[in-house]
């Protein structure tokens, strides 16, 4: 009987082994580390070569390889293919929620004889700080046996307002390459026909909202001043009219009107909601009230009080 156990194992071994010989090998996948330097990938004239990046991305290519290079998105996945040789080219790929940057330099060479086909690319982060700008601190309560549980509320070491202002910033002001990436920041739409003429309506400027962010209850909005004067303008952001948690100008003055400096940006910080709700409601250039008889002006019947006896 042993033997017979023997026999029937050993035989489903060879089964085993046979077919395992004729499984295909798995294609290898090439790994890059995002250490913030570019990741070099080589492409091949006429093949197609996947990079993995499991993320929504928007992807960023020269006009002058777009007629030479095919670039497609989904899933995560970026399918790149050249019709034909591309020089040392840079591609920009810029995550969607975060507004990180991946930089990738590409070149496309004609297949040589015997070249094996290129393997797939996975982007994987690498090594960053503990602590980075904007994000929450880790903190812990120890209970009396020792055993740590979560704090219910993150905290932020940076706050939150001054985390959406300096990211608004670096957005409109700084090369996107070194717009530092901040968890849980999203762009937001902007309402359509925000009035504006009571945000700062004593001094002659025109403003225009430009974009918006969101990180948590907080909204940032940027709101572009240009001055319409022929005379130069101090800023000061007190003077704002609204319900702001903050208010922050990128300059303190304007050039009068005509000049490059006779614009500027204003990052208005706004809890709970945009800032459509925390505009002051536009005024009636007219005073009604002016037509009004003065009896009925001060909320008097025409023709007098009427007294009793």
């Known amino acids: 009987m042993k033997s017979l156990v023997k026999r ?31 990741l070099a990938v080589p492409l091949v004239v006429g093949q197609e070569r996947v990079v993995f990046i499991e993320r929504n991305v928007r992807i960023g290519v020269p006009p002058t390889v777009g007629e030479q290079l095919r670039v497609q ?66 903190t812990a309560a120890t209970v009396d046996d020792d055993v740590e549980r979560a704090a219910p509320a993150a905290k932020r070491a940076t706050p939150v307002a001054v ?31 925000l009035e504006f003429s009571t945000l700062l309506p004593t001094l002659p400027v025109r403003a225009q909202a430009l974009a918006a962010w969101r990180l948590e209850d ?12 022929a005379r130069g303008l101090d800023l000061d952001p007190r003077a704002l009219q609204g319900d702001f948690l903050a208010a922050t100008l990128q ?8 000049r490059a400096a006779d614009t500027t940006v204003v990052y208005l910080v706004t809890r709970g ?32 009080a009427r007294h009793e006896k």
């Open 8 to 38: 029937s194992s050993a035989a489903v071994l060879a089964r085993l082994l046979l077919c395992l010989a004729f499984v295909p090998a798995a294609h290898a996948i090439e790994i890059l580390r995002w250490e913030r330097l570019p």
């Open 73 to 138: 998105s989904a899933g995560g996945a970026i399918y790149l293919r050249a019709s034909a040789p591309v020089p040392p080219t840079r591609l920009q790929l810029q995550d969607v929620e975060s507004g990180a940057l991946i930089l990738l330099d590409i070149a496309a060479e004609p297949a040589k004889a015997g070249q094996p086909a290129l393997e797939p690319v996975r982007i994987v982060e690498g090594d960053v700080p503990a602590t980075r700008y904007g994000e929450p601190v880790k």
């Open 163 to 193: 985390v959406l202002t300096r990211y608004a910033a670096q957005n409109l002001y700084a090369p996107l390459r070194t717009v530092e990436p901040v968890p849980g920041i999203g762009r937001v739409n902007l309402r359509r026909g």
């Open 218 to 229: 907080q909204w940032v909005t940027a709101v572009k001043l240009t001055n319409t004067s």
């Open 251 to 258: 300059h303190p003055n304007l050039a009068p009107a005509g």
């Open 273 to 304: 909601h945009g800032l459509a709700e925390s505009l002051l409601p536009k005024l009636s250039p007219i005073d009604a009230t002016v037509n009004l008889p003065p009896a009925a002006a001060a909320g008097q019947a025409e023709g007098g």
